[in-house]
């Protein structure tokens, strides 16, 4: 077996509202950074897996995130895996 960390991005899909990124996009204005727009606030998981090789860490990563990390009818998400 080897140990393989998984960097996880869960993100809200483009059609999707994101109030809390609308929220932050408008302090940013309040800052005087009215040039920073369009904010998307998600997750970030990170997590370690033990598997017999890369291609298996990537498949039990990717059951967890369709089952439980991410809500597949709003949100998206990407990951890495790297070997430690």
Do not use: W
């Amino acid at each position: 077996m080897t140990k393989f960390q998984a960097e996880i991005d869960v993100m809200p899909k483009k059609e999707i509202l994101d109030p809390q990124g609308k929220a932050v996009s408008g302090s940013m204005k309040n800052l005087g950074l009215s040039e920073i727009d369009n904010i998307r606030i998600g997750k970030h998981i990170t997590l370690e897996i033990d598997a017999e090789n890369a291609e298996a860490a990537h498949a039990k990563v990717e059951q967890a995130c369709k089952s439980l990390l991410a809500n597949l009818i709003m949100e998206s998400y990407t990951f890495e895996i790297k070997a430690i």
